[in-house]
Structures are given as structure tokens and as C-alpha cells.
């Protein structure tokens, strides 16, 4: 790959790490609206899922003492079982069919986001948690963008913005263990993701880094509508890829 791309791939995780830092998530669906163009499908969503789960390990160095872990636990549970069997489900999928397939489902998470995610409110409920898992597994499995649905779930079930991201950076380490085994597995990371990802790690340590000075200081639902209505115009161009 040019060395223009790496610097392409290196800023966009930048940006990434940095909005996962502040928001709780975001490096996935940022991400996977570039990776998809300069990778294979599986070994884009393989590399995205892995740099994601590794800015969020650096999110909990100094945040782990705020995990709410009974709120955590039903989301990871079912996470862990249906995030595996949609990374079966998406290998040997063909990549034009996947990509315009995230490319609809950027659109419908950049809509959401914007125009909803202040109008619904879930209630905390063992239930619902469980559900929140579910759907999380699935949209981390096949498009390694499954912060929404858990991001949605841990604002109503959290009561400190600490515990919220804490929280959700917790399901997400977790998640990818399950996921970037199964990816392992399949054949996903080549020496090309492998190289990249080395690349990338500086990235995400600097974001991370970047995002936890402006934590308490930038209003996370404005950093959010600006990359979700970004989102909406990569999912658009996607469809047309």
C-alpha cells in the first residue's frame, strides 16, 4: 500500500481513537467508512475492530475503578455469543455486497444518532441490556460498529459520565477478544493488517491521550452529530462504491 494511504489510514484512526476517547465510541464506524477502500472487507473490519478494543484499553488504564459490572454483565454475555456468529456469518461474503451493506447501515446510524438518540430512552433492565448485547454483537461482528446500540443502553443505565464510558470501554475489550479470535481464526489478519496495525498503534495511543484531556471539557453530543453526519455521506458513497 502507498505511503499515502498509511498517512490517510494513521489520521482517520487519530480522529477515531480521539472521538472513542471522549464519546465511549466511534472508532469503528469513523473507520470502517475508509478501512473498506484500502483493505479487503474482512481484513478491514478485522483491523478496525482490533485498533477499537486497543483504544479502549488505553481509555481503561485509568478509568477501570468507575465499571459498573452488573450493568456490564448481560450486554457482554449475549455480545459474546452472537458477535462470534456473525463474524462466522460475514466470512466469504463478498466485499461489494458488504460494503454497500455498511454503507446502508452508516446512513441508518448517522440518522438515528442524529435525529433520535435524544428523543428514546431505554431503561436499564436486565432485559434490555441483554437485548442491547445482542445487537451490539451482531453490528460488531459484521461492521465492527457496534457501539450505538451498548453506548445507548449504558447512558440510561450509568449515573456518572465516568461509568458511562468506563462501562462501555469494557464491553468493547471483551467483545473484541471474542471477535478478533474468530477473525484470527478465519484468516482475517494477513502481514498487511498485521503491518498496519504496528502503524496505527501510535495513533491510538496519541487519541486516546488527546481524548482524555478534553473528556470533561467538549460536549460529546456535538462531537457526535458532527461524525454521524459525516457518516451519512460516507455511508451514501458506499452504496455507490
Same mark, same amino acid.
Not at 23 to 48: H, I, K, R, T
Not at 63 to 92: D, E, H, N
Given at each position: 500500500?502507498?505511503?499515502?494511504?498509511?498517512?490517510?489510514?494513521?489520521?482517520?484512526?487519530?480522529?477515531?481513537?480521539?472521538?472513542?476517547?471522549?464519546?465511549?465510541?466511534?472508532?469503528?464506524?469513523?473507520?470502517?467508512?475508509?478501512?473498506?477502500?484500502?483493505?479487503?472487507?474482512?481484513?478491514?473490519?478485522?483491523?478496525?475492530?482490533?485498533?477499537?478494543?486497543?483504544?479502549?484499553?488505553?481509555?481503561?488504564?485509568?478509568?477501570?475503578?468507575?465499571?459498573?459490572?452488573?450493568?456490564?454483565?448481560?450486554?457482554?454475555?449475549?455480545?459474546?455469543?452472537?458477535?462470534?456468529?456473525?463474524?462466522? $456469518?460475514?466470512?466469504?461474503?463478498?466485499? /461489494?455486497?458488504?460494503? @454497500?451493506? +455498511?454503507?446502508?447501515?452508516?446512513?441508518? !446510524?448517522? *440518522? =438515528?444518532?442524529?435525529?433520535?438518540?435524544?428523543?428514546?430512552?431505554?431503561?436499564?433492565?436486565?432485559?434490555?441490556?441483554?437485548?442491547?448485547?445482542?445487537?451490539?454483537?451482531?453490528?460488531?461482528?459484521?461492521?465492527?460498529?457496534?457501539?450505538?446500540?451498548?453506548?445507548?443502553?449504558?447512558?440510561?443505565?450509568?449515573?456518572?459520565?465516568?461509568?458511562?464510558?468506563?462501562?462501555?470501554?469494557?464491553?468493547?475489550?471483551?467483545?473484541?477478544?471474542?471477535?478478533?479470535?474468530?477473525?484470527?481464526?478465519?484468516?482475517?489478519?494477513?502481514?498487511?493488517?498485521?503491518?498496519?496495525?504496528?502503524?496505527?498503534?501510535?495513533?491510538? $495511543?496519541?487519541?486516546?491521550?488527546?481524548? /482524555?484531556?478534553?473528556? @470533561?471539557? +467538549?460536549?460529546?453530543?456535538?462531537?457526535? !452529530?458532527? *461524525? =454521524?453526519?459525516?457518516?451519512?455521506?460516507?455511508?451514501?458513497?458506499?452504496?455507490?462504491?
Amino acid at each position: 500500500m502507498p505511503p499515502l494511504f498509511y498517512a490517510v489510514a494513521f489520521a482517520v484512526s487519530l480522529i477515531g481513537a480521539v472521538i472513542q476517547a471522549v464519546c465511549g465510541f466511534g472508532y469503528g464506524p469513523l473507520n470502517m467508512s475508509l478501512l473498506p477502500y484500502l483493505f479487503p472487507y474482512a481484513q478491514a473490519v478485522a483491523l478496525s475492530g482490533l485498533c477499537g478494543s486497543t483504544t479502549s484499553v488505553f481509555v481503561l488504564a485509568s478509568s477501570f475503578r468507575y465499571i459498573r459490572w452488573k450493568t456490564l454483565l448481560p450486554c457482554v454475555v449475549t455480545a459474546m455469543i452472537f458477535a462470534p456468529l456473525s463474524v462466522q $456469518l460475514s466470512v466469504g461474503t463478498a466485499d /461489494g455486497f458488504m460494503v @454497500h451493506s +455498511l454503507g446502508a447501515m452508516l446512513i441508518v !446510524l448517522g *440518522v =438515528y444518532s442524529i435525529f433520535f438518540s435524544d428523543r428514546i430512552r431505554i431503561k436499564p433492565t436486565l432485559f434490555n441490556g441483554a437485548a442491547a448485547g445482542t445487537l451490539a454483537g451482531v453490528l460488531s461482528g459484521l461492521f465492527a460498529v457496534g457501539g450505538p446500540p451498548i453506548a445507548l443502553y449504558m447512558l440510561a443505565a450509568t449515573d456518572t459520565n465516568d461509568a458511562y464510558r468506563a462501562t462501555l470501554s469494557a464491553q468493547f475489550c471483551i467483545t473484541a477478544c471474542v471477535t478478533t479470535f474468530t477473525r484470527w481464526r478465519n484468516g482475517a489478519f494477513t502481514a498487511a493488517t498485521v503491518h498496519a496495525y504496528a502503524l496505527m498503534l501510535a495513533s491510538l $495511543l496519541i487519541g486516546a491521550w488527546i481524548g /482524555g484531556k478534553i473528556f @470533561h471539557r +467538549l460536549d460529546p453530543k456535538r462531537l457526535r !452529530l458532527i *461524525v =454521524y453526519g459525516y457518516l451519512i455521506v460516507s455511508g451514501i458513497l458506499m452504496l455507490f462504491k
